[in-house]
């Protein structure tokens, strides 16, 4: 398994671990997957949520978990470490300054186009940070606008670029009726993105790794989309069933549990069409039940909290801390493939081993078609 380089930023195994919220992958699970080679990522998004008080300054909540959870995530490894940033966060300048000051290696940033310098963050911080900027987008088109933008505004442009499919836990970049449409598969987005790159590679004479994500849960699915194209893999399901995982063990069994046809798709308040699995509290909510919202603070600028059937945010959090009942678990398509609880250095030995022995097989296959 050949090993990622971002930039100047070196990354023993092509493995990105997805930052999941709220409150799945925290200090605990980032610092594992790091020891083991990868890159752990923190999930940024209603951190404050942690704090006793959260609700009597939401915002100030956020930035104190963050950078506790940075720093204790930091004394646990010397590996790479991220921060999985959300535009649509009404506080995200704030969750992306706190990465920043506390050096953090790479911020992943979704759930909008990043287009726009960061108004409130000083220059200085900018220009003497190393932190490598790498977006996440759920097609080649938005990949282009993105490093276009960059190319033209800044002359210069992000450092990686993720690609989610359409299989991924969570919320996803794609309309409900589109989740379907083989057009938007994996394989055909990282095709077309890596197509994309070439012109931003040769103006600026760098590499601009692509990342797949989504659906993707064994070494072959790895070999296979590496393949194509794809310089890594950012995994999120496959690192829940963890010991490590920071979610709550009634969280984990969930996915344990699970069958192939317990994994659905809801619309979510937030207006995103979300992947979850089907509980009693999904149920009820499918079937129009309405839980008062208490917003504690508009913390999604997409959220229209006057209107919402529920608070999404308190919803993930119940679950993630084991209340399943006021709650879902978010998974991808391939969850119900979980058996067992493993540790995450047993996790990222199985991919490595799958990986192995898929490019052996094909290896084998190409020999014997070409003798
Ligand atoms: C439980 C769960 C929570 C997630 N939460 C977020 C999130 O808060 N922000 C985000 O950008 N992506 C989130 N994701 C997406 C992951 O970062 C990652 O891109 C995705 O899990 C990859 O697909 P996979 O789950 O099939 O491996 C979440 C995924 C899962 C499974
Ligand atoms: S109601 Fe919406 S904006 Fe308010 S806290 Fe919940 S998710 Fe955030």
Redesign the pocket.
């Known amino acids: 398994m050949e090993s990622l380089q971002i930039g100047d930023l070196h990354i023993k195994l092509p493995i990105i671990q ?5 409150a ?1 992958s925290l200090s605990g699970l980032a610092s594992a997957v790091a020891n083991e080679g990868g890159v752990g ?1 923190i ?1 940024s ?1 209603a951190i404050g949520m942690l704090e006793l008080d959260y609700a009597k300054n939401f915002r100030m909540a956020n930035q104190s978990s963050l950078r506790r959870e940075i720093r204790k995530a930091k004394s646990l490894t010397d590996g790479v470490l991220g921060v ?1 940033l ?1 535009i649509a966060i009404t506080d995200y300048e704030d969750m992306l300054r706190i990465a920043l000051e506390e050096k953090i290696d790479i911020v ?1 940033i ?2 909008g186009l990043l287009l726009k310098k960061p108004s409130t963050i000083p220059d200085s911080l900018l220009e003497s940070s190393k932190t490598k900027f790498v977006p ?1 987008v759920s097609s080649a088109k938005a990949a282009r606008i993105i490093f276009q933008h960059w190319a033209n505004k800044y002359n210069h442009v992000p450092d990686a670029v ?1 690609v ?1 499919g359409p ?5 996803l970049g794609f309309k409900k009726d589109d989740l379907e449409n083989q057009k938007f598969n994996l394989s055909n987005l990282i095709s077309e993105t890596v197509s994309e790159m070439v012109p931003f590679e040769q103006r600026f004479g760098i590499e601009i790794p692509v990342i797949a ?5 064994n070494g072959e699915d790895m070999y296979k989309i590496m393949q194509l194209g794809a310089k890594a893999v ?5 690192f ?1 069933t963890t010991y490590e995982c920071d979610a709550s063990m009634e969280y984990k069994e969930s996915y344990i549990k699970c069958r192939k046809e317990d994994i659905t798709i809801i619309d979510s308040p937030v207006g995103l069409p979300g992947r979850v699995i089907i509980n009693d509290f999904v149920k009820k909510i499918q079937n129009g039940y309405t839980k008062p919202v208490k917003c504690p603070w508009k913390c999604l600028k997409t959220c229209n909290y006057k209107e919402v059937q529920y608070c999404i945010a308190e919803a993930l959090f119940n679950s993630a801390r084991g209340k399943m009942s006021e709650g879902f ?7 119900y493939l979980a058996t067992k609880i493993q540790t995450v250095k047993e996790t990222i030995d199985d991919l490595i081993l799958e990986y192995t022995s898929t490019k052996y097989k094909f290896g084998c296959i190409k020999e014997t078609s070409e003798s």
């Open positions: 997805g930052g999941m919220g709220v799945i990522v999930s998004v999985n959300m992943f979704g759930a996440k993720v989610e299989l991924a836990g969570g919320h994500a989504g659906g993707i849960y950012k995994i999120g399901t496959r829940v678990s978010f998974a991808g398509t391939n969850a």
